[in-house]
């Protein structure tokens, strides 16, 4: 095999596929053939209005032309390449492209509110007291959230409801400050006991 470095990609690649090459350069003929055509199209314009007894100007519709046709060369310009075929698309990894899996390393707000709860359980690890004033309020809210959006009550608004959807052990948990910091199994429970709601 020569030294050749195309891609199986690029050798199955049919002429049609090819990305397109950017646009000649327009010299003095580009814009000769862009200011002929505003000119024709203005006089068109001018003429015909004329006839209909309207009179404007033909310098500011050759110069609206001028805009149109500019505008029409710009966008064509930008116009982005079609999309491969998915045979031909190559994989998610060699393109550079996420692979549907989270990446914990970059900082956005679901790893920064993440961040928070590890901070906050890690912190209350072993102090009740601390695990009751700062994971017990929060997780209170979001379970109040939760009947609120889900089930139209709130804990307060309708308790002997809320009682029964959330059970006894979790209302238990949430009236009544834990003696210990549950352990990481019975969060858990809590957790899949929320997400039942």
Known sequence: MSGSSASIFDLLQDEEEQPRAAPARRGVGGWLRLGLAAAGLAAAVVLGLRMVGVAVSPAAVFAGFV??????????????????????????????????????????????????????????QGEPARFAKAVLPVLAELVDELLRQRHGVTRAGDPVRSRALLGEPLWNFLESPPKRTPAPRDLAAIVATLEKL
């Open 67 to 124: 805009a149109l046709l500019l505008l029409r060369r710009l966008t064509l310009a930008l116009v982005p390449p079609p999309p491969l075929p998915l045979r031909l698309r190559r994989p998610a990894q060699e393109r550079g492209e996420p692979d549907g899996h989270y990446d914990w390393t970059v900082r956005d707000a679901l790893g920064s509110s993440v961040g928070r709860w590890e901070t906050k359980l890690t912190w209350s």
